[in-house]
Structures are given as structure tokens and as C-alpha cells.
């Protein structure tokens, strides 16, 4: 098998977005259409800190904009019943 290395392109995209179902199939299915084909005016993701990922969606077109916090309701729930 031969593996070849390259920076990932706006083309890869809806390979990328298939993948990541595959690979956290609890997460709630991407849909079929994203942007401009789904009549849609914007396009947001969240991204973890790192470097490539950022360069990564950068090349596909989008722009760091935000900063992005989170807070997990339910874990707390569980774990101050649990204390």
C-alpha cells in the first residue's frame, strides 16, 4: 500500500466530513448539504488548538474568528450526586 502525504484542500472537505462520522459515530449526523448548497448564509466549527487543524480550515476557507468555551451541563449533574 502506498500512503502519500499532502496538505489537505477545500476538495477534501466532504471527505473529511465523512470520516468524522465514522470516527465519533455518537455525535449527531453532519447533514447532507452544508454552505451555499443548503441555503445557508454561514458555517461554523469548533476546532481544538492545534496549529495543522487550523491551517488545515484555513486552506478549505474559513477565518479564526472566535474563541470557542464549552461546559458539560450533565457531568457536573453526575458528579455532585455522586460526591
Same mark, same amino acid.
Given at each position: 500500500m502506498q500512503i502519500i502525504v499532502r496538505s489537505a484542500i477545500e476538495a477534501d472537505l466532504s471527505a473529511l #466530513?465523512? #470520516?468524522?462520522? *465514522?470516527l465519533n459515530p455518537d455525535d449527531a449526523p453532519l447533514p447532507g448539504q452544508l454552505g451555499e448548497s443548503a441555503d445557508c448564509y454561514k458555517a461554523q466549527l469548533l476546532a481544538a488548538d492545534d496549529e495543522y487543524v487550523h491551517? =488545515? /480550515?484555513?486552506?478549505?476557507? =474559513?477565518?479564526?474568528l472566535a474563541q470557542g468555551f464549552r461546559? /458539560? #451541563?450533565e457531568q *457536573?449533574?453526575?458528579?455532585s450526586t455522586v460526591a
Open positions: #466530513l465523512a #470520516l468524522y462520522g *465514522e491551517t =488545515f /480550515y484555513g486552506t478549505c476557507g =474559513f477565518k479564526p461546559r /458539560y #451541563l *457536573e449533574r453526575t458528579n
